[in-house]
């Protein structure tokens, strides 16, 4: 769990504290200074990370599950009114992309700031800080699809030893500085903002990097359950991560000149080497759980019908949950070298991260007061005084960063900005594609009722036709009787729903309903964070009194060739967008894991 968890947060000494400091260090460095940004990141661990997600957010779950896309189908049910949903919806849409911006800042970052300890070890190395980093980097996206299981098993005990490495090295220098404990007043963050004002602001969008990596505690609430991830942060991530700032704060007090890198200068000479390696493993997990988690993110966009189908692969025979995309990870690879071989540096990238950071926290709070009012029942005065509080401080830190946008903070929007046109398109066009045929195809009930007159020849088998539309003739079929001129002894009209809930029960995946002799309409149900499987889902109907042969079931799918209408309903670079992922979404037969050798594809053209 926590290198899962934590392991963003627990990369943060690397580089936030240094960061925060570099705007006064023009004219050297304070005590009042130091002390007044360690207060400003204690504090910021204390309401950010243990007040609003420990405490508060970790609350809001969704069947056990967290993540800003469980969050904002938890507060789509209670939503009044279209443009209330709508709104809702963008506001997730919003956190995802940014979140997949996290993703690809975090490994780079992470990587490059361990990697440059190797200069504090020895000025020697520092030529191999670039070239080491993309070494590392290009082998932790390749090795992704033999899933995280093998490496599973060493990330717990390497950041048990982070951890513990953090508070020790702090403890040790704290201990020399006893004055620095004094940073843990408040007071001494107030006096800050209020002699540098501007510059204070300024700031705030270094000192958030000491939190970032706090969405995780939420979003990974489903593989480990609320209760560990409280007591864990409580009992021994937050007062390792306190005692290292607080170290790192007294040997700046001491030695000013150690703001070259204070944190592998706690470390004794001899032990910077070592520290390095350690803090190298411990980067490369928190990379890691950040890129399973974007992999999560993708699968479910995929579910909730924000992005085309993308190749899934499971990586484990046990655990759902691990999975390879390696769209996804080819792109992430991508990103995160040309941010590294960009930026060069840490401090550089510093300014780019903050702000998808920030902007996740902006999104979760606005869907946690809509959430806690109405679904959690919670009174107007309550949710007042407990959110918007924290609202305005992850406003004040998202603005903070917003001045950062011509130093790299435009990387993260950029990015955001393309992702958001992509999902937006692709829920559009979907849901216009829809509308359009359920205009153009002829209602299921008529067809059933015109069909005991038709005299159509039926033929031996089985044909399954998957239709988004439950009520509506599939387009497959009407086009199987015009050129073909049969119909199967039995058929199955299969629609798939996608659930705003992370697992479906067995008890509700499947619903069957007899429409006429030997004509059946299955719905089966899928969470957001599950797979579709429709051949072993099917096969399971025999225990529902429908007989199911798998080798002699033929599988009906409709190949659609999107046209303009005359009337458009999308602009022109919107159409060639959504055509465009159409095309290169994953076919239907292997996302849902249907034989090849066993689908008819029948072509039809939509005007939209």
Known sequence: MLGVVYGDIGTSPLYAFRAALLHFSADGIERWEVLGILSLIIWSLILTVTVKYVIFILRADNRGEGGILALMALAQ??????????????????????????????????V??????????????????????????????LVQFRGTGSMGAIFGPVMALWFGTLGLLGFIELVQEPE????ISPHHAVTFCLHYHLAAFIAFGSVVLAVTGAEALY??????????IQVAWMSFVLP??????????ALLLGDPAALE????????????????VLATAATIIASQSMISGAFS????????????????????????????????????LAGVLVLVLSFHTSDNLAAAYGIAVTGTFVCTSGLAILVFRRQFGWPAPLVALVFLPLLLIDLAFFLSNVLKIPEGGYVPLVLGAALFTLMHTWKRGRDLLFSRFRQDSLPLKSFLARLPQSRTIRVPGIAVFMTGQADYVPGALLHNLKHNKVLHERVLFVTVLNEDVPQTGADRRREVSELAAGIHRVILRYGFQESPNIPRDLEALREDGVAFEPMQASYFLGRETLVAAVVPKMSHWRQWLFTLMSRNAVPATEFFRIPSDRVVELGVRVAI
Request: with cysteine; proline share 7%.
């Open 77 to 110: 049910r209670v939503a009044r009114g279209d443009r209330s949903r709508g709104f809702v919806m963008l506001l997730g849409i919003a956190g995802a992309c940014l979140f997949f911006g996290d993703g690809v800042i975090t490994p780079a970052i992470s």
């Open 112 to 141: 490059l700031s361990a990697m440059e300890g190797l200069k504090v070890a020895s000025p020697v190395f520092e030529p191999l800080i670039i070239p080491g980093s993309v070494v590392i980097l290009v082998a932790l996206f």
């Open 180 to 183: 620095v404990l004094t940073a």
């Open 219 to 228: 979003a990974d609430m489903g593989h480990f359950g609320r209760k560990p």
């Open 240 to 249: 390792a991560l306190t005692l290292n700032y607080l170290g790192q704060g």
């Open 261 to 276: 890198n204070p944190f592998f200068l706690l470390a004794p000479e001899f032990l910077r080497l070592p520290l390095v």
């Open 297 to 332: 993110i993708a699968r479910q966009c995929v579910q909730l019908g924000f992005l085309p189908r993308l190749v899934v692969r499971h990586t484990s025979e046990t655990a759902e949950g691990q999975i390879y995309l390696p769209q996804i990870n080819f792109a992430l």
